[in-house]
């Protein structure tokens, strides 16, 4: 059984940083697999927020955080990270991982393709 345990959320003041990691446990590797992060602000839709594929010879991320947000991954530790500064109100969200084997990279935004999901952290950044 595969299971994503995301941790690392917490309230920062705008401006300020934080960094969400995603442990995966259990037998399935993850090699192959797109490696993503969605957020889920109250009253609105789920926004994807950026992917690397398992081997991070590929990242892409959302116009709203691009130069902002860093998306990486432990092999060793079989952990992705999400680095996030320069941190805004409008990231206010509960963010979630998961993992898709062999996504290609024109569905990577997409929710539905994702197998496999954590039960996200929430971030909250006051102005």
């Known amino acids: 059984q595969v299971q994503l345990v995301e941790s690392g959320g917490g309230s920062v003041q705008a401006g300020g940083s934080l960094r969400l990691s995603c442990a995966a446990s259990g037998r399935t590797p993850f090699r192959q697999h797109a490696m993503t992060w969605f957020r889920e602000a109250p009253g609105k839709d789920r926004e994807w927020v950026a992917t690397?594929?398992?081997?991070?010879?590929?990242?892409l991320y959302a116009d709203s955080v691009k130069g902002r947000f860093l998306i990486s991954r432990d092999v060793e530790r079989n952990t992705v990270y999400l680095q996030m500064n320069s941190l805004e109100p409008e990231d206010t969200a509960l963010y979630y991982c998961a993992a898709g084997y062999q996504v290609p990279e024109s569905r990577w935004p997409r929710p539905g393709v994702y197998t496999y999901w954590g039960q996200g952290t929430q971030v909250t950044v006051s102005s």
């Open positions: 690397s594929s398992w081997d991070e010879t590929r990242t």
